[in-house]
């Protein structure tokens, strides 16, 4: 059974989407405000955090960015924002999913099975794999990312992104390719989410973001992982 922490200071919503996941089968936690769910976090592991960004006492995004410092549970979240800016810097701080209210509980639980089977999802790599003479290495038991033998803090998107890309190195995979595999054929937002996931993994992997090594920008055709002579 999935457990989920759900952080929404409106009563309200926050009563109808517990009803709704432990309807639907899950183990659902409730917070109110940000230092709560903090609390909680500290107290035991959760599968899902469901996340509104207008909470009384953290701002959302700097609540994500906190739990992404050291958490790499997957995020949805919730906000009343709908433009692509506000989409943008929600996935910035670390999200995995962004849903704009009013929303459907159905639609929430349906965003909730797909980003559970994401990054529930067994990878096919070898146990651990190597790029760039060592630099960039790749742990598929563990699920860890390291930089020159360090262990880096990769949001489940971000290293379902980095796994897909170096399963089809030097093959060039467009904006829809990678949302399919990262994001889920379910997915429906903008294709070019995948462009921000793409910049934020770059800035934890690469030397140089702006002159990468190992994820290549090819104009008008999508994305390359390049294994940086090794």
Known sequence: MSKILVVEDEDKIREVIIAYLNKA????CEASDGQSALHEID???FDLIILDLMLPDINGELLCRQIRGTNPVPIIMLTAKASLNHRIQGLSAGADDYIVKPFDPHELLARVRS????TNHQELLADRLEYGNGRLSLDSQAKQVYINQEPINLTPNEYKLLVAMARNAER???REQLIDMVMGIDFEGDARTIDQHVKNLRQKIEEDAKNPMFIQTVFGAG???HGGGK
């Open 223 to 225: 994305y390359r992982f």
């Open 172 to 174: 060039t995979l467009s």
């Open 43 to 45: 107290k035991q592991p």
């Open 25 to 28: 089968g899950y183990s659902a």
């Open 115 to 118: 980003v559970l089977r994401r």
